[in-house]
Every structure is written in structure tokens, then in C-alpha cells.
């Protein structure tokens, strides 16, 4: 009974350590980008790395989070209807856009006041955090 468990045990251990060499690398690159600012040119520019990231890696290979707060957070108002379709064509190939909870506890803007696709994440700063500590790439976006 013994002799029969030690081998079940060898024989998982031997598939386990083997199998992840079996799996085709297919690694998902991922890029969270911080939008703080209030700036048409800051988000024209956020929009433009978008696309040529994914443009460079493939949509379908890269994912990528905004995370907006502070001033950013106006980004995903309802009020920015010229933003709209960028924002829309971001989410359908995939993008997050998340707001900051705390920035909109302290502008006194609701889940109402934000683009229906709009996530929301607890803090900014801290889903910065969290996505760095995880292994993704950062980059800051506008001024």
C-alpha cells in the first residue's frame, strides 16, 4: 500500500513539474496607465498610447487598465461627450477604465455621474500600487 502511494505521489509530482513545460508561452503582456490630469492633450495622448500599444503587441495580447482620479476622474464624466467613442472603442477592444472611489467621494460624484462602462477601484494610488507589485508596467500619461 505503501510502495503504491510513493508512486502515485512520484508520478503527480513528475506530471506536475512537466506540464507547465508542455504549455505553449502565451504570455499576456499588461500595462496599467495613470491619468491624474485634466487636459484634452493629456487624454488625446492616453488614447494615442492605447492604440499603438496595442497596435505594437496586439489587442487581443496586451491588457491594459486606466486607472482616473484626482483630476483625472473628469475623464469618465458623463459631461465629456467629446471623449465618448474614444472611450467606448477603448473598452470594446478590451481596455479598463476605473475610477477612483476616493477621488469621487471627495468631488461628491456618484456611480450616475460616470460613463455606464466606467469601473471603479477603491483608491487610484493604491490600484497602482497593486498592479505594480503584480508584475504589470506602469506608465504615467500627460503632464
Not at 34 to 51: E, G, R, T, Y
Not at 79 to 94: L, V
Not at 114 to 133: H, M, N, T, W, Y
Amino acid at each position: 500500500m505503501k510502495k503504491a502511494i510513493l508512486t502515485l505521489t512520484a508520478l503527480i509530482l513528475a506530471l506536475a513539474l512537466t506540464a507547465p513545460s508542455q504549455t505553449p508561452q502565451t504570455r499576456r503582456h499588461q500595462v496599467v496607465l495613470q491619468m491624474n490630469v485634466d487636459n484634452l492633450d493629456s487624454w488625446n495622448q492616453l488614447f494615442a498610447n492605447i492604440q499603438n500599444i496595442q497596435a505594437v503587441f496586439g489587442a487581443d495580447k496586451i491588457q491594459i487598465e486606466v486607472v482616473a482620479y484626482g483630476k483625472g476622474l473628469s475623464l469618465l464624466l458623463k459631461t465629456n461627450s467629446a471623449f465618448e467613442e474614444r472611450m467606448k472603442r477603448a473598452i470594446d477592444s478590451g481596455v479598463i477604465l476605473a475610477a477612483c472611489q476616493n477621488t469621487m467621494r471627495i468631488r461628491k460624484v456618484t456611480t450616475e455621474d460616470l460613463f455606464p462602462f466606467a469601473a471603479q477601484v477603491d483608491s487610484g494610488v493604491a490600484e497602482l500600487i497593486r498592479k505594480q507589485e503584480a508584475g504589470w508596467s506602469y506608465v504615467r500619461v500627460g503632464e
